[in-house]
């Protein structure tokens, strides 16, 4: 089973440039979430979406956008990246009908390094 | 809105020794908690989950966590700490709520000495 495949695994993106970070959940997962990982500041949300063709701003979105299409794929665009957004992103989704079966658990993707120079 | 504290940033104990990392959340309901595991360049992997019913709930590689709702705490346990177990743990909190994000703590990093 795939769950979710990040891509580019890594990157190393000028100043300046935009870049968008690729995610695909083959889960049939409603919700999917971009968290940013840094050293001491554990992760935080950038954005998220409940469903196909809705999306919400998290902790940090300033500089991010994202989209949904579908159920399936949940890009995050850089568009003007900037040496702060350096950081490894990783993408997640969970299944969010409401019932007794659904914890909120989180399956997360394997991350993609981003290096703003 | 709900948070998370890992008191401990980075902790290290002997090979065989028994281990236990500290959580604190703050939500007003009650929380569904859940501890994640990660190893170097690698994603994240649940290791238990709580929401309900038996406060001490059993994970995967021999984990354990008991939630104290009079503490606000949520803290991981393992008997016998093995070289393989070192690596970044993170506790996160969430509503229970259809569709929304977890708050994760900022993470403790667990060394293994021989």
């Known amino acids: 089973t795939a769950g979710i495949t990040q891509a580019p695994t890594s990157q190393i993106l000028a100043a300046g440039r935009s870049m968008t970070l690729r995610c695909t959940q083959d889960?049939?997962?409603?919700?999917m979430y971009w968290y940013r990982q840094d050293l001491g500041l554990g992760l935080r949300l950038i954005h998220y979406s409940n469903t196909a063709g809705t999306t919400g701003k998290g902790e940090v979105p300033d500089g991010y956008s994202v989209s949904r299409a579908n159920t399936d794929d949940f890009p995050l665009t850089l568009a003007s990246a900037v040496p702060s957004q350096t950081s490894v992103y990783f993408c997640?989704?969970?299944?969010?009908?409401?019932?007794?079966?659904?914890?909120?658990?989180?399956?997360f993707g394997e991350g993609s390094r981003l290096t703003v120079l | 809105a709900q948070s998370v504290t890992q008191p401990d940033i980075h902790i290290t104990v002997s090979e065989g020794a028994s281990l236990e990392l500290r959580c604190n959340y703050s939500y007003g309901a009650t929380p569904y908690l859940f501890w994640y595991v990660q190893s170097p360049g690698q994603g994240l992997q649940l290791l238990l989950k709580y929401f309900s019913g038996d406060t001490l709930v059993q994970g995967i590689k021999g984990f354990e966590a008991e939630f104290k709702r009079s503490q606000s705490s949520f803290n991981l346990r393992k008997p016998s700490v093995h070289w393989s177990d070192a690596a970044e743990y993170f506790c996160?909190?969430?509503?229970?709520?259809?569709?929304?994000?977890?708050?994760f703590g900022k993470g403790t990093t667990l060394s293994v000495s021989s």
């Open positions: 889960m049939r997962h409603n919700a």
């Open positions: 997640a989704s969970s299944d969010s009908w409401t019932g007794a079966s659904n914890t909120g658990e989180l399956f």
């Open positions: 996160a909190v969430g509503t229970g709520q259809a569709g929304t994000a977890l708050i």
